[in-house]
């Protein structure tokens, strides 16, 4: 049974940092494309960064450039999201999804409707 994990998430000061998880089990991540979404309360769920199987390339949301960096260990069947610089628009349920078929580019939004097998989410709030 293919399954994603989402973790890390919590409660954080404005400027704070987190580091989410997103772990595998049933597959291999470095088969897929990796995207990582968010959807915060009464919105629409969006695209916040992907990585590709080869690690080549990544995207990341003009909200995110800068201060979220994307990352994968294949050794720990896990994709990583470094959150730095936290604002409170960054409050959100946080998930991790796999796509056999989109091609991460740095210049091509993940639309979520092309990922699958969705973790639970992690949430995250950024508050003081």
């Known amino acids: 049974q293919l399954q994603l994990v989402e973790s890390g998430g919590g409660l954080v000061q404005p400027g704070g940092s987190l580091r989410l998880s997103c772990a595998a089990s049933g597959f291999t991540l470095d088969q897929f494309t990796i995207g990582w979404f968010r959807q915060a309360p009464g919105k629409e769920r969006e695209g916040v960064s992907c990585i590709s199987r080869s690690d080549r390339t990544t995207y990341y949301a003009d909200s995110a450039k800068g201060r979220f960096t994307i990352s994968r260990d294949n050794a720990k069947n896990t994709v990583y999201l470094q959150m730095n610089s936290l604002k409170p628009a960054d409050t959100a349920v946080y998930y991790c999804?796999?796509?056999?078929?989109?091609?991460?580019?740095?210049?091509?939004?993940?639309?979520?409707?092309?990922?699958?097998?969705w973790g639970q989410g992690t949430q995250v709030t950024v508050s003081s």
């Open positions: 999804a796999v796509s056999g078929y989109f091609m991460c580019s740095a210049y091509r939004y993940p639309q979520p409707i092309d990922f699958g097998s």
